[in-house]
């Protein structure tokens, strides 16, 4: 249908320590000390009059532009804009409080493989990015 929407969501894993790769759209983080996922999302929408957009690379660039950066400035910088009551929310362990960078968990607290199935299976030639 012309003039819909189009979105687009990529993801990444950068790990320290240990191996991350795709296996069939599964994604499989191995022996890793730390593990920070990004997430990226884009959309065709240029404005009410343009929805002629390439929602992946709006997505590949604000991923490009978020990798490589340390854990801490990625928090720091998802929780200025945010309402008091969303940020004190992202102090409880284990809740996003709808928004912001995900808790860490330590290396001694998660299992030596996790798996996270993506949807529909990743087609990435890059084994860290789906």
Do not use: N, W
């Not at 990226?40 to 990798?67: E, I």
């Not at 968990?105 to 996270?116: I, L, P, V």
Request: hydrophobic share 30%.
């Amino acid at each position: 249908m012309p003039g819909e929407v189009r979105f687009q969501a990529l993801a990444r894993a950068e790990a320290k320590g240990g191996t991350v790769r795709v296996e069939g759209g599964t994604l499989v983080v191995e022996g890793v000390d730390e593990v920070t996922l990004l997430i990226s999302m884009g959309s065709s929408y240029r404005s009410y009059k343009d929805v002629g957009g390439d929602p992946a690379q709006v997505a590949g660039r604000h991923l490009t532009k978020a990798g490589g950066r340390p854990y801490e400035v990625l928090e720091a910088q998802a929780r200025p804009g945010l309402p008091a009551a969303v940020r004190a929310g992202l102090d409880r362990p284990g809740h996003l409080g709808g928004g912001g960078a995900a808790p860490r968990t330590s290396a001694s607290s998660a299992s030596s493989s996790t798996r996270t199935r993506s949807s529909p299976p990743c087609t990435s030639s890059t084994a860290a990015t789906c």
